[in-house]
């Protein structure tokens, strides 16, 4: 019973995450901005690792405790991000002082 | 539900109890909360990753440095071998242990061009002056992350490669396809894993 869960198409999703690859290779070249194209990247590798979580790990066909234990670690790298964020632009902040302090530095 | 899976289970199985999340195994939990463990260790070099590069003045763009001809290919080659994988696991299914044998041996031998590639491709970047203490490009991070990162995962595949060479011993050992039936599904786990995270690392350290 346990192994007798159905098996999905794996040649479809083979398909469809060789398809998005190719997209994320025309996507690097669109004119749009780095923005744009970035975010775009972005969507397309959180689609990518979905599809293979889902299809090739099952998760599709596992319980959805299984499910949120998978989900728990993208909760934290959102967390480290905001945890690294105020310390990244302090460092910043010091270091486009540094260059017009190092030029003018009577000014204070 | 607890007499099914006793049933489905090896005779040497020592569980006590079927798992709560994962009825089949013990160990396909255990797995999974490894994998989410190494998620988190992925995640934090990830987001280190970004935020020493959304705060640099000179980060070199990664894209032009790199090149992404051959890393292209080399995510291409993961992709298929994950196919090979979950081929490996159907054939073990349907009893066939040859080709199960078979299948896994292509996975490994994909993951074994993967590093080869990326050891390919480290040797040329060295050669060009990306050193892990600074470049002609630009921030002296760039280098350094990029090792990490990529040397991180890298390993991983490497340690993927030995796993599954293993777990082929194991299919060789058991005349029961069944009894081998949760361990070639747990190294598969591990596998999509790595591929998973090199889609991300793909478009974090080359594309974006």
């Given at each position: ?33 780095k ?74 | ?38 998620a ?5 070099l ?71 590639c ?42 993927g490669?030995?796993?599954l ?44």
């Amino acid at each position: 019973m346990a192994g007798e869960h159905k098996h999905p198409n794996y040649m479809a999703i083979f398909w469809l995450l060789a398809i998005l690859t190719v997209i994320e290779l025309i996507v690097v070249f669109l004119p749009f901005g780095k923005m744009v194209n970035g975010t775009m990247l972005c969507a397309l590798a959180v689609g990518k690792a979905v599809v293979v979580a889902m299809y090739f790990m099952h998760l599709k066909f596992e319980s959805r405790t299984l499910g949120l234990i998978a989900l728990t670690p993208l909760a934290i790298a959102t967390l480290f991000v905001f945890v690294i964020l105020p310390d990244a632009f302090r460092v910043d902040h010091k270091t486009t002082n540094l260059k017009p302090a190092a030029e003018a530095p009577a000014k204070h | 539900m607890s007499q099914a899976a006793a049933s489905h289970a090896a005779p040497h199985a020592v569980e006590p109890a079927e798992s709560p999340l994962t009825p089949e195994s013990w160990g396909k939990l255990g797995m999974w909360i490894f994998l989410a463990g190494d998620a988190v260790g992925f995640g934090a070099l990830l987001a280190a990753y970004g935020g020493m590069r959304a705060t640099s003045a000179d980060w070199p763009n990664p894209y032009a440095v790199l090149g992404i001809n051959l890393t292209a290919a080399m995510t291409f080659l993961l992709i298929c071998s994950s196919v090979t994988m979950v081929k490996a696991l159907e054939w073990l299914g349907k009893g066939d242990r040859g080709k199960c044998k078979m299948f896994l041996f292509f996975t490994a031998l994909g993951g074994a061009i993967f590093v080869s590639c990326q050891a390919f491709e480290w040797t040329h970047l060295i050669e060009r002056g990306l050193h892990v203490d600074g470049n002609p490009w630009g921030a002296a991070l760039f280098g350094t992350s990029f090792f990490i990162v990529t040397g991180f995962h890298g390993l991983h595949v490497t340690a993927g490669v030995i796993y599954l060479l293993s777990v082929i011993g194991v299919v060789s050992r058991r005349p029961d396809p069944a009894a081998s039936y949760n361990v070639v599904e747990i190294v598969g786990l591990y596998w999509h894993f790595v591929d998973l995270v090199w889609i991300m690392v793909f478009t974090f350290m080359y594309l974006l």
